[in-house]
Each structure stands twice: as C-alpha cells, then as structure tokens.
T-cell receptor
Framework: SQQGEEDPQALSIQEGENATMNCSYKTSINNLQWYRQNSGRGLVHLIL?????REKHSGRLRVTLDTSKKSSSLLITASRAADTASYFCATASRVQGAQKLVFGQGTRLTINP | DVKVTQSSRYLVKRTGEKVFLECVQD?????MFWYRQDPGLGLRLIYFSYDVKMKEKGDIPEGYSVSREKKERFSLILESASTNQTSMYLC???????????FGPGTRLTVL
C-alpha cells in the first residue's frame, strides 16, 4: 500500500530558524495532509494540499507538492519552542465512501531556545 | 470544533483478556477510524467505518474487531489481548464534507 515517508526522522534547530521536513509517497493521491502530534497526544491537522495544487500557505507554514516526484515538503518559518512536536504527512485516497489516510513515520522536531 | 473522546488514557491488561477501547465523537460524522501507533512505524490503520453498522478492514486488522452500533460510537475490541498489541491506540472521525480527520487523545494500552 502507499506510504508517506518523512525525512529527516529527527531534526533539531535553534529557535528562530526555519525547519523543513520532507515527505515522499508511492501512489496517486487525492490530497496530502500534514499533522502535528505533541508528545503522548492525538494528532492535530495543520494543512492540506490538493493534488492539483503546488504550494499552500497557512500562517508560518508553507507546504509544497510535486506530484511528478511524489513528494511534499513542510516549511515552518521563524520556529518557536512551542513548535517542538512530531510532524506527520498523510496521503489521502477514497475507499468505500470514506477518505482513507496513510501516514508516514513522522519527523521529530526539537526547537532549542 | 469536533470533539473525539476515548474512554481511557492509560490501560493495563493481562494476556488473554478481552479488551474494549471506546471512542465517541460529538459531531455526527459518518466516518470513524482506529489506528495504532508504534515507534518507527508511524500510524497504521486497523479498521474504519463509513457508517453505522458498516466496517472495513484497514492495513492491520488481525487480532482486532470493531463495533459501530450508533453513529457517535466506534469500539475497538481485542478478543484475546497479546503482548504484541501493546501500543498507543488513536481514534479519529470525519465526514465526506471534510478532508481532515479529527483525532482523540489516544489510549496507551499495555498488555502484560
């Protein structure tokens, strides 16, 4: 089955720097989503990019999608200590009346004050 | 905002016990999902339901079953818990009008 794979697995940067995380996947998709998870908690949706879009912005987040390379990137600008979390990409396809998501393994982001 | 709640944050059970994990959502969403999350493996879909009494196997359904008798409630059942089912279990809900899934806080299950 298709799978998003994040790169790097872990990233540690100084507060104020930009953080870039990458995601690759294997099959065609309806959309690609990014989620954030604070330690020991559920996931929270951050941003969605449709298969016919190339770039999307939301606040300090910027997502790009290259369907020819089957890859996406999430950029967090001007990072803050509160951005410390795990970030997951998820590829979406429609199955039996529901939108099924396939998640990658995640990138653990640490922002050092 | 959609609220998804799970019956327990932490649960400890013994091998062979029957385990019920409950998930309730308050926004009348048709679709509900159960995932497990393990280090290095990310989230993997166990089962999902696209409507009441409807269920579909996900990627790793073995050793699990589900029940969806009411729209707001989706239960995950471990018929005979085993140590390899020790994991974090996450429930999510959505509807066809949304693209994002709304997650509960998770249940960390330990099987001894």
């Amino acid at each position: 089955s298709q799978q998003g794979e994040e790169d790097p697995q872990a990233l540690s940067i100084q507060e104020g720097e930009n953080a870039t995380m990458n995601c690759s996947y294997k099959t065609s998709i309806n959309n690609l989503q990014w989620y954030r998870q604070n330690s020991g908690r559920g996931l929270v949706h951050l941003i969605l990019i449709r298969s016919n879009e190339r770039e999307k912005h939301s606040g300090r987040l910027r997502v790009t999608l290259d369907t020819s390379k089957k890859s996406s990137s999430l950029l967090i600008t001007a990072s803050r200590a509160a951005d410390t979390a795990s970030y997951f990409c998820a590829t979406a396809s429609r199955v039996q009346g529901a939108q099924k998501l396939v998640f990658g393994q995640g990138t653990r982001l640490t922002i050092n004050p | 905002d959609v609220k998804v709640t799970q019956s327990s944050r932490y649960l400890v059970k013994r091998t062979g016990e029957k385990v019920f994990l409950e998930c309730v959502q308050d926004m009348d969403h048709e679709n509900m999902f159960w995932y497990r999350q393990d280090p290095g493996l990310g989230l993997r879909l166990i089962y999902f339901s696209y409507d009441v009494k409807m269920k579909e196997k996900g990627d790793i359904p073995e050793g699990y079953s589900v029940s969806r008798e009411k729209k707001e409630r989706f239960s995950l059942i471990l018929e005979s818990a085993s140590t390899n089912q020790t994991s974090m279990y996450l429930c999510a809900a959505t509807s066809p009008t949304y693209n994002e899934q709304f997650f509960g806080p998770g249940t960390r299950l330990t099987v001894l």
